[in-house]
């Protein structure tokens, strides 16, 4: 009896914790998740069911919200529900965006982050709604606009003189007779836009070196700048620019041509973090490498590619003298062997992303040496890489555990087998994506399907796995992966022609959890099931046919 009443008064006190406490755990649960809406929150999925003061607490700190088309409807009920929203994310919505965004400001939301990307245009009408409603906006986001035109400049330097964070990336020409207005729009942004720390024009190839003088001289507060394939800009115009002396400045992207011209003057900002040498090879060398290592600059991101006018010896130079770099891109490099990796691994131990793609003298036991040596790695690319290891399975098996690893591409690797996929998956339990395109080995010998089987039980919290084009997977594989990766978002099997229709829809639609799916070239959904799975916020995307 004595020892009953114990244990209820420890779950009194247990429930009386005060919310600061829970809001501490709760945040600290779901700290560390991807740029993904579902999977920053994904954490505290189950523990609104506990107890109401757990449902009250989570509500309040959630603060970001994508809306598919099937949440349109309840946009009421959610944003009663989760009143300190500060981030919307539209980019999954293909209704009527400015309806949308006129809806949107009637709520008294305190809106900093605004993401309306992959659009047919920019929704005006709802934009300008929406600025009169939500004056806190510090961050907006347009980027892949189909039909971009010069007034959605005029229109954002109207509506958001305050933004901080512009994001206006182009993936479609503009027509070259109204550059004069796109000039004169972008004098007026960059006139308005005086807090701007960070700004994306990518592809805006109007830009030259009168707009980019201007962008330096009025906009004092920029850290970050890309105007990527901006090719009427020259050296002299950056040097001009560079000439304001941005003193934050820390990530300028140039066209790539202007790297090797202008890295003497780039070389005078002792804030930058990144930079990019992987289209310019052809004027690298180890000199300049090394000139880059003893500036001593505090780097975050460091790309580069195939070239002959460097060595090993200058990217050792330069990786083993900023050892603050957490994001790498070594793209093509021929001479680049596992023994190199495994030493420039031993100088990275801060690193969270790595590129070794087209390296054809790297095997996947450079894979080991990177995790072993980096403990925060946790995004790795070897596409395409040399081949298989010359150390045993024998000797790899014994290199334990590395649950940091959350994606790993292995795509185009035509020589990974099942032998080495088994062996390779069961280190990284943690696994999130796993990319297999093109790995056309996979499950062509005996062992059927047991290579998805050993995926699914090995990595259960997989939310994204790519089988584009793996041409021995059958439904047997794809079932046993939507069995026992009960998170899995997104699965890709464009071109698997033996995963059969007849056993493989009933599975799709009993994982709840999917949210994207590309079905081999046969596979065919009716308008009802499409519209079912969209209404569960899942799309289906179809194959391009082989």
């Given at each position: 009896?004595?020892?009953?009443?114990?244990?209820?008064?420890?779950?009194?006190?247990?429930?009386?914790?005060?919310?600061?406490?829970?809001?501490?755990?709760?945040?600290?649960?779901?700290?560390?998740?991807?740029?993904?809406?579902?999977?920053?929150?994904?954490?505290?999925?189950?523990?609104?069911?506990?107890?109401?003061?757990?449902?009250?607490?989570?509500?309040?700190?959630?603060?970001?919200?994508?809306?598919?088309?099937?949440?349109?409807?309840?946009?009421?009920?959610?944003?009663?529900?989760?009143?300190?929203?500060?981030?919307?994310?539209?980019?999954?919505?293909?209704?009527?965006?400015?309806?949308?965004?006129?809806?949107?400001?009637?709520?008294?939301?305190?809106?900093?982050?605004?993401?309306?990307?992959?659009?047919?245009?920019?929704?005006?009408?709802?934009?300008?709604?929406?600025?009169?409603?939500?004056t806190t906006l510090t961050s907006l986001i347009c980027s892949h606009i189909s039909s971009f035109s010069c007034t959605h400049l005029f229109l954002i330097a109207e509506c958001f003189p305050l933004i901080e964070e512009l994001d206006l990336h182009l993936i479609h020409p503009i027509a070259a007779e109204t550059i004069r207005s796109f000039l004169d729009g972008f004098e007026a942004l960059s006139s308005s836009l005086l807090k701007l720390r960070k700004l994306d024009l990518t592809g805006h190839f109007y830009m030259n070196d009168k707009s980019i003088l201007q962008l330096f001289k009025n906009c004092k507060h920029l850290e970050e700048v890309s105007v990527l394939h901006c090719f009427k800009i020259t050296r002299a115009g950056v040097v001009s620019a560079l000439g304001e002396k941005p003193t934050k400045l820390r990530y300028l992207c140039l066209p790539v041509f202007l790297i090797p011209e202008v890295i003497d003057s780039l070389m005078n900002f002792k804030n930058l973090t990144y930079i990019d040498l992987s289209f310019?090879?052809?004027?690298?060398?180890?000199?300049?490498?090394?000139?880059?290592?003893?500036?001593?600059?505090p780097l975050k991101t460091f790309m580069m590619a195939a070239g002959d006018g460097y060595s090993y010896a200058g990217i050792f130079s330069l990786l083993s003298k900023c050892q603050s770099i957490q994001h790498l891109v070594l793209h093509s490099i021929s001479f680049l062997n596992d023994n190199?990796?495994?030493?420039?691994?031993?100088?990275?131990?801060?690193?969270?992303?790595?590129?070794?793609?087209?390296?054809?003298?790297?095997?996947?036991?450079?894979?080991?040496?990177?995790?072993?040596?980096?403990?925060?790695?946790?995004?790795?690319?070897?596409?395409?890489?040399?081949?298989?290891?010359?150390?045993?399975?024998?000797?790899?098996?014994?290199?334990?555990?590395?649950?940091?690893?959350?994606?790993?591409?292995?795509?185009?690797?035509?020589?990974?087998?099942?032998?080495?996929?088994?062996?390779?998956?069961?280190?990284?339990?943690?696994?999130?994506?796993?990319?297999l395109k093109s790995c056309k080995n996979i499950s062509q010998q005996e062992v059927d399907d047991a290579t998805l089987y050993v995926i699914s039980k090995n990595c259960p919290r997989l939310l994204q796995l790519l089988l584009n084009d793996c041409l021995g997977c059958t439904e047997k594989g794809v079932k046993y992966v939507l069995e026992n990766c009960t998170q899995l978002r997104e699965i890709d099997l464009e071109n698997c022609l033996n995963v059969h229709i007849n056993v493989a829809a009933s599975v799709l639609f009993s994982s709840p959890s999917l949210r994207k799916i590309t079905v081999p070239p046969h596979f065919r959904f009716s308008e009802s099931e499409r519209k079912l799975l969209l209404r569960r916020g899942c799309i289906v995307c179809p194959s391009f046919r082989l």
């Open positions: 009896m004595e020892l009953k009443r114990s244990k209820i008064m420890e779950e009194a006190e247990y429930s009386y914790l005060p919310d600061e406490c829970w809001e501490c755990v709760f945040e600290f649960l779901n700290h560390g998740g991807d740029d993904d809406d579902y999977d920053r929150n994904r954490n505290l999925k189950s523990i609104p069911a506990v107890c109401k003061q757990w449902f009250s607490i989570t509500n309040r700190i959630r603060s970001s919200l994508t809306i598919y088309d099937p949440t349109a409807p309840f946009l009421s009920r959610l944003f009663r529900r989760f009143t300190n929203l500060t981030s919307l994310d539209l980019t999954h919505f293909h209704g009527d965006l400015d309806s949308l965004l006129l809806q949107i400001s009637l709520f008294p939301l305190k809106l900093t982050s605004l993401n309306i990307s992959d659009k047919p245009t920019i929704p005006a009408n709802g934009l300008r709604a929406f600025s009169k409603n939500f310019s090879s052809v004027s690298i060398s180890d000199e300049m490498l090394t000139s880059i290592a003893m500036e001593g600059l190199h990796v495994m030493e420039l691994s031993s100088h990275l131990v801060g690193l969270l992303s790595l590129r070794l793609s087209m390296c054809f003298m790297v095997t996947y036991s450079a894979l080991f040496s990177l995790v072993m040596n980096c403990p925060s790695l946790s995004d790795i690319n070897m596409e395409d890489i040399g081949g298989k290891s010359v150390m045993n399975y024998d000797s790899l098996m014994e290199f334990g555990v590395y649950p940091q690893l959350k994606s790993l591409y292995l795509r185009y690797n035509s020589w990974l087998s099942d032998e080495s996929i088994t062996m390779i998956v069961s280190h990284f339990p943690n696994l999130h994506l796993l990319d």
